[in-house]
């Protein structure tokens, strides 16, 4: 299945492009963050604001010590910095311990229901 191209590079179909961009594969490595998978070394995702946008709900999230995206987002979000500038996203988050679970459980569902919909899509 082809997909399009969409104005909005953060809307599913931008994860989508992102994912399976053979041209850049760096773009999809940041959207493995949250599940405690660590940004490769030498990986550049491109500098764009869906980069950014994502990173900033994922520095969110980083906040939660019970979070996988706790130990992942602060060396990730570094790395991204030396490829996009110094500012480009935040990568200094407190994180907190007993942060409420709420969020949690609803930032890990949001992230699991834009795969589905990214599977759907490709079948």
């Known amino acids: 299945m082809l997909i399009a191209p969409s104005a909005d590079p953060c809307s599913p179909l931008g994860f989508a ?3 399976t961009n053979t041209t850049s594969t760096s773009d999809a490595y940041p959207y493995y963050i949250p599940l405690g998978v660590a940004l490769p070394g030498g990986s550049r995702p491109t500098c764009n604001q869906c980069l950014k946008q994502t990173m900033s709900i994922f520095a969110t999230a980083a906040s939660n010590a019970t979070q996988p995206v706790s130990q992942t987002y602060g060396n990730a979000a570094q790395q991204i910095n030396i490829g996009c ?3 480009f996203v935040n990568d200094t988050v407190q994180i907190k311990s007993g942060t409420a679970t709420t969020f949690a459980h609803t930032g890990l ?7 589905m ?3 759907a899509l490709l079948n």
């Open 85 to 87: 500038g110094p500012d």
């Open 17 to 19: 492009n992102a994912i």
């Open 109 to 115: 569902a949001s992230f699991a229901a834009v795969f």
């Open 117 to 119: 919909l990214l599977f």
